[in-house]
């Protein structure tokens, strides 16, 4: 069987993220101090996922394809702006202590399935088959020494 090191990786953060999120809305309107870590942990984690894309797995996509200003790395990062619109406006709402962001959510949702399709069917496995082993476990080791102030960033002093 063909290793898939950054699929696999990569789909279970994707996984993870929902699992997070799923539980923040399930307890938003019964105990919102209760949500509120959970939507923190999402955010960063999402924030540090796009991060690590952007800067160290587009990067060697680009590199090995040729492909920089087009292609599926240049429609990723355009969602990832939307995406990122997105989680501020449902953030605006958390700092207020406010569950009432359905709307958001779904827009967000509705984004966020199509475009972790794409990568999950399309960009991954390009990557995989682009890079050898070796390769992808500098791309792992890369994404380590991201510094965490790229994205932990969050929610000003909520606790």
Excluded at 48 to 67: D, N, Q, S, Y
Excluded at 92 to 118: F, I, M, T
Excluded at 128 to 156: K, N, S, T, W, Y
């Amino acid at each position: 069987m063909e290793a898939k090191p950054i699929t696999h990786y990569f789909e279970a953060d994707h996984d993870r993220l929902d699992a997070v999120f799923t539980r923040y809305q399930q307890l938003k309107r019964k105990s919102f101090p209760e949500a509120k870590p959970y939507f923190r942990t999402f955010i960063k984690g999402l924030k540090r996922h796009i991060v690590w894309e952007e800067e160290v797995l587009f990067p060697k996509f680009e590199e090995k394809t040729g492909m920089k200003d087009q292609g599926p790395t240049a429609v990723m990062r355009q969602e990832h702006r939307l995406i990122g619109g997105f989680l501020e406006e449902i953030h605006n709402k958390v700092r207020q202590a406010n569950s009432e962001s359905d709307e958001e959510e779904k827009k967000l949702l509705e984004v966020l399935k199509a475009h972790n399709q794409k990568e999950e069917q399309i960009l991954y496995p390009a990557i995989d088959r682009a890079v050898l082993p070796e390769e992808a476990a500098q791309m792992f080791m890369a994404m380590e020494h991201i510094p965490a102030e790229r994205f932990e960033a969050c929610c000003g002093e909520h606790h």
